[in-house]
């Protein structure tokens, strides 16, 4: 039977949720049920993992109101299915080993040609003997695509056309572990996924995910991606800014209802102080009408700013 289309949520588990994640949350969510779609949530565990933060992410997005359809997915379970269209890859011709460390691409010089951010071809043509060398110095290879076009283009519904780098990107990592690139594209398709929503962060990886996409013969995902929320220094929202996660700011007296709220009038789905439910914000969700520029915050003053719309009004 054919899978119904879908669209997803795929946090990496290395701490608690904060703001900006459950905003793109509810936005992924909402993309996905307006348009009749399945939403399935994918567990991105391939780098560090913080014990415990899996559970009380899924536990933070089912108390906003997001459900999900299962199965849940996790990267760490799929191995083989990375590395089986590597090795396709491979057959074709369309791999190469690299030995560059971070450092050395740095440093080394731009590419004739070569857009500006792509990877320099350094390894591109190594001599059997200059690749033999790396080998036994003991430097374990990346795996690169060798690509053979500079740019690739995609249509977002928020940002329109954008067209971006694409160069001879990694596939897999020097400690064998496949690389985002590579697995995302290869699980979206697995998990049924034709719309993409995200951070606009994520933006620049589109085109190579796409024209990987296009290799791979996999049929080209719709995207979305949505401005972030930052901080007071129009920086992407972190730990770091103090109260910006489900937990710390309930532990400030703010409550889960109150957070959904907040989002929601981030989001003009919302006014000021209205007790908003999800499923609320689903009956008023138009994209069209997103805003296009991201939220910024000062925690310290969101929480203040709740605080004084529950105290109640002074007589007269």
């Not at 857009?115 to 320099?120: C, L, R, S, T």
């Not at 006014?271 to 009956?283: D, F, I, N, R, Y």
Request: hydrophobic share 40%; aromatic share 6%.
């Amino acid at each position: 039977m054919e899978k119904r289309p879908a669209g997803r949520y795929a946090p990496s588990p290395s701490g608690d949720l904060h703001l900006g994640n459950l905003r793109t949350a509810l936005l992924a969510w909402m993309f996905a049920r307006t348009t009749d779609r399945a939403f399935m949530m994918r567990v991105e565990d391939l780098d560090r993992v913080r014990a415990g933060s899996e559970q009380r992410q899924l536990d933070d997005l089912a108390t906003l109101g997001i459900d999900w359809d299962p199965p849940v997915m996790r990267q760490s379970q799929r191995l083989p299915h990375y590395d089986a269209v590597i090795s396709d890859l491979d057959e074709r011709g369309l791999t190469y080993e690299c030995f560059c460390t971070r450092r050395e691409i740095l440093e080394a010089p731009t590419a004739p040609h070569a857009a500006a951010g792509a990877y320099p071809g350094t390894c591109r043509d190594l001599s059997t003997s200059a690749r033999q060398a790396k080998i036994d110095a003991g430097r374990p290879p990346a795996i690169r695509l060798r690509c053979e076009r500079g740019e690739f283009t995609v249509t977002d519904m928020v940002k329109g056309a954008y067209t971006g780098v694409v160069d001879d990107f990694v596939l897999r990592r020097g400690d064998g572990i496949a690389a985002y690139n590579l697995a995302v594209v290869v699980d979206d398709h697995a998990q049924g996924v034709d719309q993409v929503v995200r951070g606009d962060d994520l933006l620049s990886s589109a085109p190579r995910q796409s024209y990987l996409a296009s290799l791979l013969g996999l049929p080209a995902v719709t995207y979305a991606h949505v401005p972030l929320v930052v901080n007071t220094d129009g920086k992407r929202l972190a730990k770091r800014d103090g109260a910006v996660t489900l937990d710390e700011l309930t532990a400030k007296g703010v409550d889960a209802h109150q957070v959904l709220s907040l989002i929601a009038e981030s989001l003009g789905l919302g006014a000021p102080g209205e007790q908003v439910s999800a499923q609320k914000m689903l009956g008023r969700f138009d994209p069209r009408t997103l805003p296009k520029h991201p939220w910024r915050v000062e925690p310290a003053e969101l929480v203040e700013k709740i605080k004084r719309r529950r105290e109640p009004p002074a007589h007269r």
